[in-house]
T-cell receptor, first 112, second 115 residues
């Protein structure tokens, strides 16, 4: 089935630094999503992308839907301690909009 | 307040003893789904439902059943749990609005241990 490869698996950065993570797939996705999960809680949707090439911002977060429809990236600018958590990419494939595929997650730690 | 609730939040059970995890949403969403989360694997979709009486398999449906008799509820049933079903389970509901707006909410999770 469809799979998403997310990298890096983990990041440990200094407060104030910018962060970049990405997701790739061997097949086309119609929708790309980025979530954040805090410890002990369910994922929360950060950004949704619907069209190839689309660039969307949500505060300090920016995400892009790759032109090939097989990748997406998430940037976090000027990181702060509350950015700590696990970030997941996810997508709805081209053949079945009901299925949602998740990447393995990127664990972000921010040092004050 | 928009909410997805799951019960129980924690459950320890023994192999073979049937159990049900309930999921309820108060947003009138058509789409609901179940996921399991295991370390290093992210979230994997078990089953989803596009509307009442419409359910379909996700990526890891083996050993699970679901039903969608009413819009607000989407229970997950493990007829004969096994230790490899020990995991953290999330229910989610989604509105897929006009213009491509995407609104999805996850429940707080159910941590299941099967011994």
């Amino acid at each position: 089935g469809q799979q998403l490869n997310q990298s890096p698996q983990s990041m440990f950065i200094q407060e104030g630094e910018d962060v970049s993570m990405n997701c790739t797939s061997s097949s086309i996705f119609n929708t790309w999503l980025w979530y954040k999960q805090d410890p002990g809680e369910g994922p929360v949707l950060l950004i949704a992308l619907y069209k190839a090439g689309e660039l969307t911002s949500n505060g300090r977060l920016t995400a892009q839907f790759g032109i090939t429809r097989k990748d997406s990236f998430l940037n976090i600018s000027a990181s702060i301690p509350s950015d700590v958590g696990i970030y997941f990419c996810a997508g709805h494939g081209s053949s079945n909009t009901g299925k949602l595929i998740f990447g393995q997650g990127t664990t972000l730690q921010v040092k004050p | 307040e928009a909410q997805v609730t799951q019960n129980p939040r924690y459950l320890i059970t023994v192999t073979g003893k049937k159990l049900t995890v309930t999921c309820s949403q108060n947003m009138n969403h058509e789409y609901m789904s179940w996921y399991r989360q295991d370390p290093g694997l992210g979230l994997r979709q078990i089953y989803y439902s596009m509307n009442v009486e419409v359910t379909d398999k996700g990526d890891v449906p083996e050993g699970y059943k679901v039903s969608r008799k009413e819009k607000r509820n989407f229970p997950l049933i493990l007829e004969s749990p096994s230790p490899n079903q020990t995991s953290l389970y999330f229910c989610a509901s989604k509105l897929w609005g006009t213009g491509g707006s995407y609104e999805q909410y996850f429940g707080p999770g159910t941590r299941l241990t099967v011994t």
